[in-house]
């Protein structure tokens, strides 16, 4: 028989394993869901690389986070894993080729453009953008 003190540790262990299992990994300290109230200045110099770009062709398509664990998934947060046409028309910082040119989202980046028009985008890390900012027509 075992003791009602090391019973209860044993459930309060294995419950918190358990939920480790539906968390996500957290987003980095430099991530734009971590500074989101930096300035588009202060995002283009800390990134490894940035670039003007015409967005067009936005598609939007919103699916639950993966850490969801409702049965109703529309009742869970929305990301949105859409596509769009991304013309590279200057790079700004880094070196990015213009063949082949394509633009994936980064772990904590911004969601994509919701309107179409020119874009400066910056990341951290190779070909995966962070953010971005409309420039002004």
Known sequence: MLNPIYRFFVLIISTLTC??????????????????????????????????????NIVHIYKPYPNCTHSDESKCSQQDVGSFE???????????????FKLKQAYCSRDIPTKEGVYIFFGLRDKAYDGYYKLEE
């Open 19 to 56: 939920l480790n299992v539906f968390a996500t990994k957290p987003c980095s300290k430099d991530s734009f869901a971590s500074n989101f109230n930096r300035t588009p200045e202060e995002w283009v110099k800390t990134s490894s690389w940035a670039a003007k770009v015409l967005v067009s």
């Open 86 to 100: 991304a013309k590279l028309l200057k790079v700004m910082k880094g070196e990015i080729k213009k063949e082949g």
